[in-house]
């Protein structure tokens, strides 16, 4: 049997090397495409979970001689992200530690806030895009993007990774967050007071050899080194036995030929 949930809020995936691989990969172009057009010269902008830092510098890029903060929740990857706007030599960008639900900025600072894979793993997702609201400029743009683990689906059939995502689901859940998030963004900025909300819909596919190797080499290795598998061990959903077999299908479906990976996401663009 599983045991209380803890205090919600907690990041199912935690910053293994396994993890931050695959959020290194992901830049405006194959994460957020639909603010894109979006994106002016000049604009201040804030990039809350900004993670490994490579969405963030791309928005830099995009709205030079704007400013672009990123903010997270982890000391250790704000550095990281520090490091690389230094390497690629992105001056118009700088990261700190910081809260989705109390951001360090004054009431209307920013044109555009924007927010990947961050609402699914909040227990106040509607407190944290108010405060988002709070610190956009009147008529600033809200964009979020956030993953539905309900409509992931994969080729060939396979048993271990129809238990991973029921185990994901499970784990997702006792951290506090929502694993369909994608579906409920439209209705949480309504909640929050943002007016003028676009919905849509884009999606992730892993299909050829070296996209299976990425994907299922970095989730196999999640399954047993990560703090997912130390969250599914610690509430009870699963044991270090069934983490290898998840693994271990995993490394199968990257080795079939025929191996073919989905996930949809949602997105909004909003108004405040």
Do not use: C
């Not at 902008?45 to 672009?68: C, E, K």
């Not at 996209?211 to 989730?219: F, H, L, N, V």
């Amino acid at each position: 049997m599983a045991s209380e949930t803890p205090a919600r809020d907690t990041y199912t995936h935690g910053h293994h090397a396994s993890v931050l691989r695959i959020h290194a990969w992901r830049t405006v172009e194959n994460s957020a495409a639909y603010l894109a057009p979006h994106l002016q010269a000049g604009a201040a902008v804030l990039d809350v979970g900004s993670g490994p830092g490579t969405i963030t510098l791309d928005l830099a890029r995009r709205v030079r001689p704007g400013r672009v903060r990123g903010i997270d929740a982890s000391a250790e990857v704000v550095a990281q992200a520090t490091g690389l706007a230094e390497s690629e030599g992105v001056r118009n960008v700088d990261f700190a530690v910081g809260d989705a639900y109390g951001i360090d900025a004054a009431d209307g600072s920013y044109d555009v806030v924007h927010a990947h894979q961050v609402l699914q793993h909040l227990g106040r997702p509607v407190d944290a895009l108010r405060e988002f609201r709070r610190v956009l400029k009147p008529g600033g743009i809200l964009a979020v993007r956030d993953v539905d683990y309900g409509g992931v689906i994969w080729s060939p059939a396979s048993a271990g990774l129809t238990r991973w995502l029921e185990l994901y689901h499970d784990v997702h859940e006792w951290n506090g967050g929502d694993p369909h998030a994608g579906r409920h963004l439209k209705r949480w900025a309504r909640e929050a007071g943002f007016g003028e909300i676009t919905a849509s819909g884009t999606t992730w596919v892993f299909s050829s050899a070296l996209e299976r190797e990425w994907w299922g080499g970095s989730w196999a290795e999640r399954a047993t080194e990560s703090q997912f598998a130390a969250h599914a061990i610690e509430s009870g959903h699963s044991n270090p036995d069934e983490l290898r077999s998840i693994a271990q299908a995993w490394r199968d479906w990257a080795a079939d030929d025929d191996g073919w990976f989905l996930m949809p996401h949602g997105e909004i663009l909003a108004r405040a």
